[in-house]
């Protein structure tokens, strides 16, 4: 199976040479904790525990699966004790407040961090993933009280945190949501209902879970309008913050999974248990916006670690799998026929792997630095602030959750292919890349969800095609800055010819919609491929001018790491960027060939 090796380099390139995060965190009120000897600390330390404590047990995580009986969940060996040493090491508290006992630096940190763990292993990070954002909603929404409460322990990771949203009658669509509050005397709520897909709902791993949970008032209005948010603890908390006496919500199953089987998938059932409402009643899934962009952005992490992880399992067995001989002459003539890398079809699935691992990255290490200036609001107390950030990584988050993960899933399957048949058999670890990918296009709102937020909400409702013509506008600049660059002035007639299309298509469609509603859904998964296509390009073209200019001024790194940037990105403009065309044909065709066919003619046999 793959050995994981934390790819520090291209992190460090990401943010010493690309972003130049000390100067991002200069700019922020927490900014001046994370010097750059802090921050090779938690480079460090992050890469020590997922090679040698996280990646180890991910193979034998999966074989064994999380185990249940009668309410309690178990999981796989040595799932607690790397756990126990996750929470010594004061991993969960590395980005929230120190008034709660953690270290109080920027998010990005953690978003650096939890992409080195999801890679080493994803259902583990799972875990602490979810408290993550239970964390993020009870420090906007919640009550002095209830971070005084949850925060501390929440923080620490002796506690751990889930969200509770879907039920058996509804997936995406939370206004059809059921479990019910009813309010009592004191001030608390009982919760009735049953809540399905719920990531760390149950487990061995910390002494409490606290779930964050939709739920209806008696009065509330019908759909999202009447959706309020409760805290619903596991266990009582006591006032010296240990555990009292067990809530009436109880594990009913776990699911049997295709993929990140290490990672307990609960049914829950709340039977009169007590709750606390988070926020103002009937807006609670304003609320659970901000747990969802958390998970969103998580998620598309989880796009770039399955890319990385399959690439580094591909990469060494390409390089010593012998098979045929290349079709330019003999590369290992003292050998019965050449390594498959030096076939051009191959490196065409190692390159894939390459360009959208790195790529991705790029791309969430830049919206990093959206959630840094948009958490900075939060803490500074400047809803202002906050808000202007928000709508900026609104843009980005369905691109990065669709788009990254369809791109994840494909290079896993690439991993695979590299392999052939070996790649099917479970002891070369490729296939288990592949199925634990697969959840990643799915949950947090599938592709089309995604699809249909960017499209129709952000770029058509929202903003009428304005964050496109922004977003643009900077590429735009960019390309003005590199015409006068021999090297550089592919990339920016490229991006030019991009910006322009983006802008003419997105037109286009919002004048279809008018007389077309159905476009809107019939374009929208088009659009949003577009959209990734055109936006990774962007950072491969930035990171192409960065390595040039390394190259002549001189790097940190060997030049022939800048020049295999540079060469990555040039695969992506001729081999994967025209794509976007294919893409852009699609979106503009009317919907009428999706629409026309009636419901039972799709079939004649059931």
Same mark, same amino acid.
């Given at each position: 199976?793959?050995?994981?090796?934390?790819? *520090?380099?291209?992190?460090?390139?990401?943010?010493?040479?690309?972003?130049?995060?000390?100067?991002?965190?200069?700019?922020?009120?927490?900014?001046?904790?994370?010097?750059?000897?802090?921050?090779?600390?938690?480079?460090?330390?992050?890469?020590?525990?997922?090679?040698?404590?996280?990646?180890?047990?991910?193979? !034998?995580?999966?074989?064994?699966?999380?185990?249940?009986?009668?309410?309690?969940?178990?999981?796989?060996?040595?799932?607690?004790?790397?756990?126990?040493?996750?929470?010594?090491?004061?991993?969960?508290?590395?980005?929230?407040?120190?008034?709660?006992?953690?270290?109080?630096?920027?998010?990005?940190?953690?978003?650096?961090?939890?992409?080195?763990?999801?890679?080493?292993?994803? !259902?583990?990070?799972?875990?602490?993933?979810?408290?993550?954002?239970?964390?993020?909603?009870?420090?906007?929404?919640?009550?002095?009280?209830?971070?005084?409460?949850?925060?501390?322990?929440?923080?620490?990771?002796?506690?751990?945190?889930?969200?509770?949203? #879907?039920?058996?009658?509804?997936?995406?669509?939370?206004?059809?949501?059921?479990?019910?509050?009813?309010?009592?005397?004191?001030?608390?709520?009982?919760?009735?209902? #049953?809540?399905?897909?719920?990531?760390?709902?149950?487990?061995?791993?910390? $002494?409490?879970?606290?779930?964050?949970?939709?739920?209806?008032?008696?009065?509330?209005?019908?759909?999202?309008?009447?959706?309020?948010?409760?805290?619903?603890?596991?266990?009582?908390?006591?006032?010296?913050?240990?555990?009292?006496?067990?809530?009436?919500?109880?594990?009913? !199953?776990?699911?049997?999974?295709?993929?990140?089987?290490?990672?307990?998938?609960?049914?829950?059932?709340?039977?009169?248990?007590?709750?606390?409402?988070?926020?103002?009643?009937?807006?609670?899934?304003?609320?659970?916006?901000?747990?969802?962009?958390?998970?969103?952005?998580?998620?598309?992490?989880?796009?770039?670690?399955?890319?990385?992880?399959?690439?580094?399992?591909?990469?060494?067995?390409?390089?010593?799998?012998?098979?045929?001989?290349?079709?330019?002459?003999?590369?290992?003539?003292?050998?019965?026929?050449?390594?498959?890398?030096?076939?051009?079809?191959?490196?065409?699935?190692?390159?894939?792997?390459?360009?959208?691992?790195?790529?991705?990255?790029?791309?969430?290490?830049?919206?990093?630095?959206?959630?840094?200036?948009?958490?900075?609001?939060?803490?500074?107390?400047?809803?202002?602030?906050?808000?202007?950030?928000?709508?900026?990584?609104?843009?980005?988050?369905?691109?990065?959750?669709?788009?990254?993960?369809?791109?994840?899933?494909?290079?896993?399957? *690439?991993?695979?292919?590299?392999?052939?048949?070996?790649?099917?058999?479970?002891?070369?670890?490729? $296939?288990?890349?592949?199925?634990?990918?697969?959840?990643?296009?799915?949950?947090?709102?599938?592709?089309?969800?995604?699809?249909?937020?960017?499209?129709?909400?952000?770029?058509?409702?929202?903003?009428?095609?304005?964050?496109?013509?922004?977003?643009?506008?900077?590429?735009?600049?960019?390309?003005?800055?590199?015409?006068?660059?021999?090297?550089?002035?592919?990339?920016?007639?490229?991006?030019?010819?991009?910006?322009?299309?983006?802008?003419?298509?997105?037109?286009?469609?919002?004048?279809?919609?008018?007389?077309?509603?159905?476009?809107?859904?019939?374009?929208?998964?088009?659009?949003?491929?577009?959209?990734?296509? =055109?936006?990774?390009?962007?950072?491969?073209?930035?990171?192409?001018?960065?390595?040039?200019?390394? *190259?002549?001024?001189?790097?940190?790194?060997?030049?022939?790491?800048?020049?295999?940037?540079?060469?990555?990105?040039?695969?992506?403009?001729?081999?994967? *960027?025209?794509?976007?065309?294919?893409?852009?044909? =699609?979106?503009?065709?009317?919907?009428?060939?999706?629409?026309?066919?009636?419901?039972?003619?799709?079939?004649?046999?059931?």
């Amino acid at each position: 199976m793959p050995t994981y090796k934390a790819p *520090l380099r291209d992190v460090r390139f990401l943010m010493n040479e690309m972003f130049d995060f000390q100067a991002h965190f200069a700019t922020l009120s927490n900014g001046a904790l994370a010097d750059s000897d802090t921050v090779d600390m938690i480079l460090e330390g992050t890469a020590d525990l997922c090679e040698n404590v996280l990646a180890p047990i991910y193979q !034998s995580g999966d074989e064994e699966g999380c185990h249940f009986d009668n309410g309690v969940v178990t999981t796989p060996k040595g799932y607690k004790a790397a756990y126990d040493q996750f929470v010594q090491g004061g991993w969960q508290g590395l980005s929230y407040p120190e008034q709660y006992g953690g270290q109080g630096l920027p998010m990005s940190l953690n978003l650096v961090k939890s992409e080195m763990m999801g890679t080493a292993n994803w !259902s583990f990070t799972m875990y602490p993933g979810l408290s993550s954002g239970c964390m993020n909603t009870i420090l906007q929404y919640g009550t002095e009280e209830q971070k005084d409460t949850y925060m501390p322990k929440l923080v620490e990771g002796t506690w751990s945190g889930t969200m509770c949203l #879907t039920e058996p009658q509804c997936g995406t669509d939370l206004g059809q949501v059921k479990t019910r509050a009813e309010p009592e005397a004191d001030g608390t709520y009982k919760i009735f209902g #049953t809540k399905i897909f719920i990531s760390a709902g149950e487990h061995d791993l910390a $002494e409490n879970i606290i779930h964050i949970v939709l739920a209806r008032l008696p009065d509330a209005p019908k759909g999202t309008k009447g959706i309020s948010l409760f805290i619903v603890p596991k266990f009582m908390p006591k006032a010296d913050g240990t555990i009292g006496e067990r809530n009436p919500v109880t594990c009913g !199953s776990i699911e049997h999974k295709m993929g990140i089987r290490a990672s307990a998938t609960a049914v829950l059932n709340f039977d009169g248990a007590v709750g606390y409402l988070i926020g103002e009643p009937n807006k609670g899934l304003n609320a659970m916006f901000t747990f969802m962009n958390t998970a969103r952005i998580g998620t598309a992490v989880q796009g770039i670690a399955h890319a990385e992880l399959s690439y580094q399992g591909s990469l060494p067995y390409a390089k010593e799998r012998m098979s045929m001989r290349a079709l330019s002459g003999k590369k290992d003539p003292d050998k019965v026929a050449d390594a498959i890398i030096h076939h051009a079809d191959v490196r065409r699935l190692l390159l894939t792997q390459k360009a959208v691992a790195e790529g991705g990255r790029a791309m969430i290490y830049y919206a990093a630095q959206l959630a840094d200036k948009m958490t900075d609001g939060i803490l500074k107390g400047d809803h202002a602030e906050y808000e202007y950030w928000d709508d900026k990584l609104g843009f980005y988050t369905p691109i990065l959750k669709g788009f990254l993960t369809e791109m994840g899933l494909e290079s896993a399957n *690439l991993g695979m292919q590299v392999f052939g048949g070996h790649g099917y058999i479970k002891e070369h670890g490729m $296939e288990q890349i592949v199925r634990d990918a697969r959840i990643s296009t799915l949950y947090e709102g599938t592709t089309g969800i995604q699809a249909l937020d960017l499209l129709g909400r952000k770029v058509l409702l929202g903003s009428r095609g304005k964050v496109v013509r922004d977003f643009t506008g900077d590429i735009l600049k960019f390309c003005g800055r590199q015409a006068s660059h021999k090297n550089m002035r592919g990339f920016a007639w490229d991006l030019t010819k991009i910006c322009a299309q983006w802008n003419t298509l997105t037109l286009r469609l919002m004048l279809m919609a008018r007389k077309d509603r159905d476009v809107v859904s019939s374009a929208s998964n088009d659009y949003l491929m577009y959209s990734g296509y =055109a936006m990774m390009a962007y950072f491969w073209a930035q990171m192409a001018a960065k390595s040039f200019e390394l *190259l002549d001024k001189g790097g940190k790194e060997q030049p022939e790491f800048y020049q295999a940037k540079i060469q990555t990105a040039e695969f992506f403009f001729e081999r994967l *960027l025209p794509r976007a065309q294919g893409h852009a044909e =699609a979106m503009i065709k009317p919907s009428k060939s999706l629409m026309q066919m009636d419901i039972s003619n799709f079939s004649f046999d059931y």
